[in-house]
């Protein structure tokens, strides 16, 4: 089969399209044809050589994909070839086939395209895992989420609404705001020139919001305590900022806060699939039912993985970037 190698650790160039071993089908996993994979921001650090793939993973870049089941594992019951599928990846969407634990699998939801079915488990785990599952985000509550614009937060912005929840976002220009916007979001506030602390507080009456989901890391952590209601969580889940910081314990305990942090891709494929099974539960019929929809900026083949790696670099994009096989 044809797969993206990094060639060695660098710019988005030293991505290439060359020639690999099928890879082999345990037991307990199916063996995906891939329609299409989507770009996630971890594939840019695995290229730089800043985070290698979890142990016994696949060496090539991609984190979820869509496609049609060519193989199963002796032990798998529920899927059978030629059944259409996303799958939540440890590696190896950024080629033809791709092996995958049975567990990590979803069925297309109806009304979505294959292809476009492949913007959905990476957000969608993330997002339901972090916010709902440890946050415990629910009804009437609100919520911030930096990055509004990106595959993450144009997910979790819908998502959120669909379950009654006032959305807070930041972002960098008035393009994403704007879009944010359209997805639902309540108060959109620009980064480069709004303090975002004073901005919440001021829009929930000098309380804070409850529930934040951050990307960022060091240069938010003090900012998003101040930014929290009493009982707040703040939900950690990249440190494209910074990875140490200090913070006043002062500003933590008398408002009884909570801060989670939390990683998808090196979990256990056992917590993984409860994670997907509370996805397909109750995420899935809000896509179904057309309250949560894929947001894709641009589709282009896999032999352009440079570019799409040079096209999330820029952040000039809105959503998920996909590759199609």
């Known amino acids: 089969m044809k797969a993206i190698v990094i060639s060695e650790p660098g710019k988005p160039e030293v991505l290439q399209l060359r ?3 099928d890879p082999q089908v345990k037991d307990d996993e199916v063996l995906i044809r891939v329609l299409a994979t989507a770009l996630n921001s971890s594939d840019t650090l695995q290229r730089l050589g800043s985070y290698s793939p979890p142990p016994g993973s696949s060496p090539y870049l991609g984190l979820e994909c869509s496609g049609t089941i060519e193989s199963v594992g002796k032990s ?5 070839v030629g059944d259409q599928v996303c799958a939540l990846l440890s590696g190896g969407g950024y080629a033809e086939k791709v092996s995958v634990p049975a567990g990590q699998i979803l069925p297309i939801p109806a009304g979505i395209y294959l292809k476009d079915a492949a913007a959905f488990p990476e957000v969608a785990c993330t997002v339901w895992s972090t916010v709902f ?3 415990r985000l629910s009804a009437g509550e609100s919520f911030l989420v930096h990055g509004g614009s ?3 937060g144009t997910f979790a912005i819908q ?9 807070f976002v930041t972002a960098g220009n008035e393009e994403k705001l704007a879009a944010c916007k359209e997805l639902g979001a309540d108060v959109c506030i620009n ?9 919440v507080k001021a829009e929930t009456d000098g309380k804070g919001v409850d ?10 952590l003090q900012k998003n305590l101040d930014s929290l209601n009493f009982d707040g969580r703040l939900c950690i889940i990249g440190i494209m900022g910074g990875a140490n910081a200090e913070i006043k314990l002062s500003s933590l305990l008398p408002k009884r806060l909570t801060v989670l942090g939390a990683a998808l891709r090196p979990r256990s494929k056992e917590n993984k699939a409860v994670v997907v099974a509370e996805v397909e539960k109750y995420v899935w019929p809000a896509i179904e039912a057309g309250k949560v929809k894929p947001v894709i900026h641009k589709y282009l083949p896999l032999s352009q993985a440079a570019e799409a790696h040079s096209l999330m670099e820029s952040s000039n994009h809105i959503g998920k970037i996909l590759l199609e096989t």
Do not use: N
Not at 159 to 167: L, Y
Not at 191 to 199: M, Q, S
């Open 159 to 167: 998502m959120a609404k669909h379950q009654g929840v006032r959305v």
């Open 211 to 220: 529930v934040i989901l951050d990307c960022i890391g060091a240069p938010y």
């Open 150 to 152: 990106s595959g993450i």
């Open 19 to 21: 020639d690999v071993a």
């Open 133 to 135: 599952m440890m946050g």
């Open 191 to 199: 980064y480069k020139t709004e303090d975002f602390v004073a901005k």
């Open 76 to 80: 798998v019951s529920r899927w059978k």
